[in-house]
């Protein structure tokens, strides 16, 4: 399953990102690793954005971004 297929309120565990070296980097720096939870706080009015918590760290990721990120549903 994808990031960007959560539901608000609904958590995941971080499998693998599908990213290229410079955005996988730029998700590393936030947190966002394989093995980490995360949990969908909110989504934008038009579902562009996401906003994702990651050890109490609140992060504002695009829908494409989110697209790349495979998790498991917890």
Do not use: C, W
């Not at 399953?1 to 990213?19: C, D, V």
């Not at 996988?24 to 995360?38: A, K, M, Q, T, V």
Request: proline share 3%; hydrophobic share 40%; glycine share 6%.
């Amino acid at each position: 399953m994808l990031l960007s297929e959560l539901k608000k309120g609904e958590s995941g565990l971080i499998i693998k990102i599908h990213a290229d070296s410079q955005l996988r980097n730029r998700l590393h720096s936030f947190g966002i690793i394989p093995g980490e939870e995360l949990k969908l706080k909110e989504y934008s009015i038009a579902n562009q954005t996401m906003e994702i918590e990651v050890e109490r760290t609140l992060i504002a990721l695009r829908k494409e971004e989110a697209q790349k990120i495979e998790i498991e549903p917890i």
